[in-house]
């Protein structure tokens, strides 16, 4: 197994101070949402009808599809479909170089960063802004952003300050965020005004309608496609829903379980192009059909990308988004990134204690931390884990099928790596790296019950 | 009423006292309690880390154990928690499926089973209560802040029963410590930062005492704690239960 995500968490981790604020920053994310949830006594029942609609949805996807298909040509937009990111970013190229644009805004898409848009297209000599402040910030330091609602969530303002100072030449060590958030502002007007095409994500898509639903808090998407000539929407196939009165479910559900508002500030509904313009959608399968197709992780296709898991997950908010190494990071990227590339990311689905809290969390009722145990078996079937853990696996498993042994072992240590190998790694023992080993007592319990226990009755 | 005692690996080898209290517990509120003695392990480790394929001798050897009794409890959340969940045996499955649907974490078994309305103990300490995930949200042994119903806790229930305690609650009641199985080796410094955040917020409440119903993360805490010379000590609930003196006594 590649130890990737425990290296990197450690890495994040030697920054005391900021890991701690870290995790009390996304904690008070997490606390709001609480407030927010618990202002609605029908809480659990909106989301029973979440997981409902998304299960229904799931079950009939190609009919949707289709139906979503024709809908949404009827309107006037048209629709692309692309297996896999290569294909996506292809078709959005091709729609750029038809139209011989140069100026592109990009709002709102994790589904961009998945497919590496940005770097696609730059390699093809062409520059995209991102004009979500935080989705800005990291790339102006040329990093990916953290989290999926609050990309930039690991940065402080200090850090905001001093990049900003380098691009917009802002004031040296103002850290004023006001100040800062101004000096963007300015910034990504000129930027709106001037692009020709608009890339945007996609919340919701209606298959009874063909339109979709774009949610921001800073508008932006809408900015972006409401003055370019060419609008392209780009979602995962999974995004859709079958009916407009759905979205009431979800709409709820959504912007109280990412940031504890009651509503998204834009919940923008595109239907149809204005007159001259142009509107595309791109579907993307990107894997979505294989998890589909796996029973056991199907249901993690139900997200609606709120990130309440990232901002509940003890382990996300002590490790930083970056340690968890893909575009979705925290509990549910676990469970998608391993269907992407399994060799890559067979570390992710071992970085969690499997406390539940994502899945009790979630407004859609995905099984996170079950599917997090589920994938460590595939993985482990798939022969991608370090062949040290293997044999300290084994040896531990002959030792508990085997009570003679088991005592035995017991007895001669009762030291915690003669009974559990794993617990050390080579000459270290990582286990006392931090913590004390407990101090073996003389006897077992067992020893004691035979001496002692017949008598208590 | 027939129970059989099941103290897991780590709690028979490093935490006796542990398995004594709880068999103490259970005898005073007039269980006929057996402690099959070939048992061993549930098979947990192996199985949250991906070798459930190697947890089958465990299983075979927990339903030998662990057959012919109408409840099985255990000192460990976690451990109940991949019983119910996990244990196979094709050769018995019927005896499988029996264990699976009796077997009771403590805490639960006095509550639900036994209905224990008062217990004769005294522990006259500031306690802070450690919500140990899988009995918690595995085991519905107390509500989560996560889902919106009423609040509730059976092993603080419990502990408002002994004399002279003193409960109080960390800020985040419900935060996993860090321990995880085998997560507490192979991700060592987000587990261990866990811990420090854990006991920070009960050492906040300057509590004498951290407790809780799986010596697991009792032990993932204690290691942290001692390694800090800090003055908390940890203790299992079944501890408290039994009369922390008379426990002292009978080492
Ligand atoms: S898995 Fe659930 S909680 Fe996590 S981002 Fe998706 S919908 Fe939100």
């Known amino acids: ?457 | 009423m027939k129970v059989a005692l099941f103290i897991p690996c780590y709690i028979d080898q490093f935490y006796p006292k542990v398995g004594i209290a709880t068999l103490q517990v259970l005898e005073k509120l007039g269980c006929d309690v057996t402690f099959p003695l070939q048992q061993t392990c549930c098979g947990q480790p192996m199985a949250n880390s991906g070798f459930a394929s190697l947890s089958k001798g465990c299983d075979i050897n927990f339903v030998e154990n662990f057959t012919g009794f109408d409840y099985i409890v255990a000192p460990s959340g976690s451990c109940v928690l991949h019983v119910k969940e996990h244990l196979q045996d094709d050769k018995h499955p019927q005896e499988a499926l029996h264990i699976r649907n009796t077997i009771y974490e403590f805490t639960e078994f006095l509550t639900n089973i036994l209905k224990v309305e008062s217990i004769s103990a005294s522990f006259p300490y500031k306690v802070g209560m450690h919500n140990s995930c899988h009995g918690q949200r595995g085991l519905n042994l107390s509500s989560m802040t996560e889902r919106m119903l009423p609040e509730f806790s059976k092993p603080e229930q419990l502990l408002n029963m002994v004399k002279g305690i003193t409960l109080s609650k960390p800020k985040r009641n419900d935060e996993c410590c860090g321990f995880g199985g085998t997560f507490c080796v192979f991700e060592e410094a987000v587990s261990v930062k866990m811990g420090k955040d854990r006991i920070k917020e009960h050492e906040d409440n300057e509590v004498d005492y951290i407790t809780g119903g799986d010596t697991s993360c009792l032990m993932h805490l204690e290691g942290i704690l001692k390694r800090q010379g800090s003055k908390t000590k940890t203790i299992h609930i079944a501890e408290i239960l039994n009369g922390f003196c008379e426990l002292v006594k009978s080492e």
């Open chain 1, 1 to 457: 197994m590649t130890v990737k995500h425990a290296a990197l968490a450690e890495k994040f981790i030697a920054d005391e101070p900021r890991t701690d604020w870290h995790d009390e920053t996304l904690w008070f994310v997490r606390e709001k949402r609480d407030k927010a949830a618990h202002g609605l006594p029908e809480w659990e029942q909106l989301r029973e009808w979440g997981s409902q609609i998304k299960n229904n949805t799931l079950s009939n996807l190609s009919n949707y599809l289709k139906e979503f298909e024709e809908k949404a040509t009827a309107n006037g937009i048209k629709v692309h479909w692309a297996s896999d990111a290569k294909e996506h970013n292809e078709i959005i190229h091709k729609i750029i170089k038809k139209h011989g644009i140069q100026k592109i805004v990009k709002s709102k898409s994790m589904l961009t960063e998945e497919c590496h848009l940005n770097e696609y297209l730059q390699h093809n000599g062409i520059e995209v802004v991102d004009t979500d402040l935080g989705e800005r910030i990291v790339q102006f330091r040329k990093e990916p952003p953290s989290h999926i609602v609050l990309p930039a969530i690991h940065l402080k303002k200090e850090d905001v300050s001093a990049t900003f100072h380098e691009h917009l030449q802002t004031e040296k060590g103002n850290n004023d965020p006001q100040y800062l958030t101004e000096a963007a502002r300015q910034h990504l007007r000129n930027k709106f005004v001037e692009s020709e095409l608009a890339i945007t994500g996609v919340n919701f898509a209606i298959a009874e309608t063909g339109g979709f639903v774009v949610c921001t808090n800073e508008g932006n998407a809408d900015m972006g496609a409401h003055t370019a000539p060419v609008h392209i929407a780009c979602m995962g196939f999974e995004k859709l829903i079958p009916k407009a009165e759905h979205l009431s479910v979800f709409l709820r559900l959504l912007a109280r379980s990412a940031t504890g508002q009651p509503i998204t500030t834009y919940s923008s509904h595109f239907h149809k192009p204005r007159p001259n313009q142009e509107m595309h959608i791109v579907i993307v399968d990107n894997g979505r059909s294989k998890q589909l197709g796996r029973e056991d992780f199907r249901n993690s296709l139900k997200c609606i990308r709120c990130a309440a898991c990232f901002n509940t997950c003890p382990v996300y908010r002590r490790s930083g988004g970056h340690s968890y190494h893909t575009a979705v990071a925290g509990p549910i990227g676990s469970i998608l990134n391993p269907n992407l590339d399994m060799k890559a990311n067979a570390d992710l689905p071992f970085a969690s204690t499997l406390c539940g809290s994502c899945t009790n969390v979630c407004p859609v009722k995905i099984n996170i931390h079950e599917q997090l145990w589920k994938w460590r078996q595939v993985i482990v079937t798939e022969g991608y884990v370090a062949t040290s853990k293997k044999l300290g696996m084994k040896g531990m498993s002959f030792v508990f099928s085997n009570p003679k042994v088991y005592r035995f072992m017991g007895k001669m240590g009762r030291g915690v790596m003669h009974l559990f190998p794993f617990m050390v790694n080579n000459k270290l023992n990582i286990w006392s790296k931090q913590r004390e080993m407990p101090v073996a007592p003389k006897e077992s319990f067992r020893d004691w019950y035979l001496k002692n226990g017949k008598s208590q009755k």
